[in-house]
């Protein structure tokens, strides 16, 4: 039986949970937002010197919301749509040209063996991360 698109993503997951795939949000707007609003309230609470002191503690609360939230980049690939996985299979059929005359278990002992397929697969999705998801970074613990 052919590879299907669940085989592929499995196999993604597996190989970026071996190797420690991550991607690294920031929740920027977050952060701004609750600046504003803390201002705003200190503003209306005590006026000009709340507004400050609104603003001050926004501002702190704020940077640390925005600080960087590492996701493990399987939970990514799971969250995908259909049209974005059929994407990524096309990719992953494109470094792997005998794909379609494997089965899974042969296409996971063969990419599971080979240091070198691992890291061509890796450097893919981290592309199709940044490019197709617009996510900024893929980093390896």
């Given at each position: 039986?052919p590879?299907?698109?669940d085989?592929?993503?499995?196999?993604?997951?597996?190989i970026?949970?071996k190797?420690g795939?991550?991607?690294v949000t920031k929740g920027q707007w977050?952060?701004?937002?609750?600046?504003?609003?803390?201002a705003?309230i200190?503003?209306?609470?005590?006026?000009?010197p709340g507004i400050?002191?609104g603003g001050?503690l926004g501002?702190?609360?704020?940077?640390?919301?925005?600080?960087?939230k590492r996701?493990?980049?399987?939970?990514?690939?799971?969250?995908?749509s259909?049209?974005?996985?059929?994407?990524?299979?096309?990719k992953?059929k494109?470094i792997i040209?005998n794909?379609?005359?494997m089965?899974?278990?042969?296409?996971?002992?063969w990419v599971?063996?080979s240091e070198?397929?691992?890291q061509?697969?890796l450097?893919?999705?981290?592309?199709?991360f940044e490019k197709?998801l617009?996510?900024?970074?893929?980093?390896?613990?």
């Amino acid at each position: 039986m052919p590879v299907s698109v669940d085989d592929v993503m499995k196999l993604l997951c597996s190989i970026s949970n071996k190797k420690g795939l991550e991607v690294v949000t920031k929740g920027q707007w977050r952060g701004v937002m609750h600046a504003g609003i803390c201002a705003g309230i200190g503003g209306l609470l005590a006026g000009p010197p709340g507004i400050a002191v609104g603003g001050v503690l926004g501002g702190l609360m704020g940077a640390w919301m925005s600080k960087e939230k590492r996701r493990p980049a399987s939970q990514v690939l799971k969250e995908l749509s259909g049209a974005q996985q059929m994407k990524l299979f096309n990719k992953v059929k494109a470094i792997i040209c005998n794909l379609d005359s494997m089965n899974n278990k042969q296409l996971t002992e063969w990419v599971l063996s080979s240091e070198s397929l691992q890291q061509q697969l890796l450097h893919m999705l981290k592309d199709f991360f940044e490019k197709e998801l617009k996510i900024p970074s893929a980093v390896q613990k």
